[in-house]
């Protein structure tokens, strides 16, 4: 049986080592390519994207794909909604892996919006200085807010002709430590975090250290995710390709 991984989140890549396992199950991880030094995960992985529904559509038939996962990032809403219509035409199972969101907690505080522009608009009146963990694709919604500091962290930098805010650069590479949020916020005074509700352990230690420190947290609330089967965790997508082989055989 062949399953076509949409990954680019641990998630994925833990999957795709699990599947890497079972015998009879080739897995193969598809990579969107947006990174510049992508972490590749164990087994057959593709990088790039597919040219939309109509492209993805020709590499599942062409590729003879029995299933397809997706355990994109659960702000990547249009891969998501490609892959339904995608596996939709070709008539094969798909399965959402969507982890579970961040739930506020006592000590909190938490500003809910719905974009990264309304984000920026919160921000005009409510901080100086604001560590920005949204990714370089949405820095330029800030560029405008000139009498605001923002300490920004991505994978990797912008592109040179980018609209950045003020500020500063911070290339690293999650997972992060507590020990390491906490000495961030502290070392540059930050006042506020903006932060999309991407859910999962390897970003969350930031959330605890604005809690510990009464920093403000602008929340980016999730996309829309297209309907159909989903599952939170690995454990629960391997159990569901699992069932899916069985019934197929019978």
């Known amino acids: 049986m062949r399953v076509l991984i949409l990954g680019g989140t641990g ?3 833990e999957l795709a080592a699990r599947l890497a396992t079972i015998p009879g199950v080739e897995a193969i991880a598809s ?16 990088i790039g994207g597919f040219g939309g529904v109509a492209g993805l559509v020709d590499y599942l038939r062409g590729e003879q794909i029995d299933f397809l996962i997706d355990a994109t990032h659960p702000f990547a809403n249009q891969i998501s909604f490609n892959a339904a219509d995608a596996a939709a035409s070709v008539g094969i199972p798909r ?15 938490w500003v809910k919006v719905e974009n990264v522009t309304a984000a920026a608009t919160v921000l005009e009146t409510q901080a100086q200085r604001v560590f920005l963990t949204v990714g370089r694709q949405e820095l330029s919604a800030f560029a405008d807010l000139k009498d605001i500091w923002f300490l920004m962290r991505m994978i990797d930098p912008p592109n040179p002709d980018a609209i950045v805010p003020p ?3 911070l290339c690293d590479r999650g997972p992060f430590a ?7 916020l502290t070392q540059y005074n930050i006042d506020a975090i903006v932060s999309k ?6 970003t969350y230690p930031k959330i605890i250290a604005a809690r510990e420190l009464g920093i403000k947290v602008v929340m980016i609330n999730r ?7 989903q599952v939170a965790d690995v454990e629960s ?8 082989i069985i019934t197929r055989d019978i």
């Open 11 to 13: 998630d994925a890549a």
């Open 31 to 46: 990579l969107a390519g947006r990174t510049r030094e992508p972490s590749t995960p164990i087994g057959n992985f593709r």
């Open 95 to 109: 399965l959402l892996l969507n982890r579970p969101p961040w739930e506020q907690k006592h000590g909190d505080i």
């Open 167 to 169: 500020g500063m650069l």
């Open 178 to 184: 507590l020990d390491n949020e906490r000495a961030i």
């Open 197 to 202: 509700n991407s859910g999962g352990d390897a």
């Open 223 to 229: 996309p829309a995710i297209p309907p159909g089967e």
């Open 237 to 244: 997508a391997v159990a569901w390709l699992v069932g899916k």
